[in-house]
């Protein structure tokens, strides 16, 4: 049956929201012994979601339906992960869900898409099975599933730090209107594998490796003024340096957002090739978007206008 077919009164259904991030700060530290590369970043929720719907299958199956054909729903899907995971885990293979994604941010972009899936797949599914895992052992299978996911099941402002997993929650902009012009062309996906092997490629030689430097970096960006006072973030990406120059789709979108009037700065986010302009205002944003949307189409780029948001992963009547 599909999930589209299902009435409420049939079976519950559950909805979950599960939002995009931007990174204001992301530095590179340093390579760990996992392979994985030592972080410290600020990341920041904004408000472009995907929407994922939940359902129980009683015949014990896992199915994922997506709206958009590119996307693969077989099992090197994160939300497909995410449901065996959370099967294996409780030891509870007879249990089933057909899941719907509606895909609205754009795929390996440097948005954390496929990783705030998985966040919602994990408490979507936790409270459809009424597992009651508790919120400590939640992050430890996000942390499983992607150096993104516990972030995107906390959302709002955070200082994130080991392979990313590593959580400190700030108020910063919980009561700011700052807002984001976002910009992407939708031929070009960057891998996030290759990116932080060009990283290590062209910067390996100038990583920290030992755990007091790390320490020293990550209490630097603790102490940064701005982290605590609602002021303009100095917007910050080590990965921008190495794809800007590999990549002409970034480097333009960088010039172009630049060119743009009013803004506080602009950034590529994670490992690209999504940049962003800052505002200090969802409608100075709007009006900057509006004035220059049809420009953006023009030169067949994509564009959304999205304010900071103060939450992760969310039901959708929380
Ligand atoms: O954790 P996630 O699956 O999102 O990571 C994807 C890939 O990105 C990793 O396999 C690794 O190559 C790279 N990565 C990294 N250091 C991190 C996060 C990701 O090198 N902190």
């Given at each position: 049956?599909?999930?589209?077919?299902?009435?409420?009164?049939?079976?519950?259904?559950?909805?979950?929201?599960?939002?995009?991030?931007?990174?204001?700060?992301?530095?590179?530290?340093?390579?760990?012994?996992?392979?994985?590369?030592?972080?410290?970043?600020?990341?920041?929720?904004?408000?472009?979601?995907?929407?994922?719907?939940?359902?129980?299958?009683?015949?014990?199956?896992?199915?994922?339906?997506?709206?958009?054909?590119?996307?693969?729903?077989?099992?090197?899907?994160?939300?497909?992960?995410?449901?065996?995971?959370?099967?294996?885990?409780?030891?509870?293979?007879?249990?089933?869900?057909?899941?719907?994604?509606?895909?609205?941010?754009?795929?390996?972009?440097?948005?954390?898409?496929?990783?705030?899936?998985?966040?919602?797949?994990?408490?979507?599914?936790?409270?459809?099975?009424?597992?009651?895992?508790?919120?400590?052992?939640?992050?430890?299978?996000?942390?499983?599933?992607?150096?993104?996911?516990?972030?995107?099941?906390?959302?709002?402002?955070?200082?994130?730090?080991?392979?990313?997993?590593?959580?400190?929650?700030?108020?910063?902009?919980?009561?700011?209107?700052?807002?984001?012009?976002?910009?992407?062309?939708?031929?070009?996906?960057?891998?996030?594998?290759?990116?932080?092997?060009?990283?290590?490629?062209?910067?390996?030689?100038?990583?920290?490796?030992?755990?007091?430097?790390?320490?020293?970096?990550?209490?630097?960006?603790?102490?940064?003024?701005?982290?605590?006072?609602?002021?303009?973030?100095?917007?910050?990406?080590?990965?921008?340096?190495?794809?800007?120059?590999?990549?002409?789709?970034?480097?333009?979108?960088?010039?172009?957002?630049?060119?743009?009037?009013?803004?506080?700065?602009?950034?590529?986010?994670?490992?690209?090739?999504?940049?962003?302009?800052?505002?200090?205002?969802?409608?100075?944003?709007?009006?900057?978007?509006?004035?220059?949307?049809?420009?953006?189409?023009?030169?067949g780029v994509e564009s959304w206008c999205c304010p900071f948001k103060s939450q992760g992963v969310s039901f959708f009547d929380e």
């Amino acid at each position: 049956m599909s999930i589209s077919n299902l009435s409420k009164d049939q079976s519950q259904i559950l909805q979950v929201n599960a939002p995009a991030k931007v990174n204001l700060h992301l530095e590179v530290l340093g390579l760990r012994s996992d392979g994985f590369h030592e972080l410290a970043m600020v990341m920041q929720s904004i408000d472009l979601a995907d929407c994922l719907r939940f359902a129980n299958n009683e015949e014990g199956l896992v199915s994922l339906t997506i709206d958009d054909p590119t996307l693969s729903a077989g099992d090197e899907n994160l939300i497909v992960k995410a449901a065996n995971l959370l099967r294996s885990f409780s030891d509870r293979s007879d249990l089933g869900a057909a899941i719907h994604l509606q895909k609205n941010i754009p795929i390996g972009a440097g948005l954390a898409g496929g990783s705030s899936d998985a966040a919602a797949a994990l408490k979507g599914l936790n409270s459809l099975w009424k597992l009651g895992i508790e919120k400590n052992q939640l992050m430890e299978l996000a942390a499983d599933l992607g150096s993104d996911v516990p972030f995107c099941m906390e959302g709002g402002t955070q200082l994130c730090f080991g392979r990313g997993e590593r959580l400190e929650p700030l108020s910063t902009f919980r009561d700011s209107s700052m807002s984001i012009l976002l910009i992407k062309d939708p031929l070009v996906s960057v891998s996030t594998p290759w990116a932080y092997g060009r990283c290590k490629e062209i910067k390996g030689n100038d990583y920290l490796s030992s755990e007091i430097d790390f320490e020293k970096r990550r209490q630097k960006l603790r102490n940064q003024s701005w982290l605590r006072a609602l002021d303009v973030p100095p917007l910050y990406n080590d990965l921008q340096q190495i794809i800007e120059p590999e990549l002409s789709a970034v480097e333009n979108a960088l010039k172009l957002l630049a060119s743009l009037p009013g803004s506080d700065g602009v950034a590529m986010s994670g490992s690209g090739p999504s940049c962003f302009a800052l505002y200090p205002s969802l409608q100075s944003a709007k009006t900057v978007h509006d004035e220059y949307k049809a420009e953006f189409e023009a030169l067949g780029v994509e564009s959304w206008c999205c304010p900071f948001k103060s939450q992760g992963v969310s039901f959708f009547d929380e």
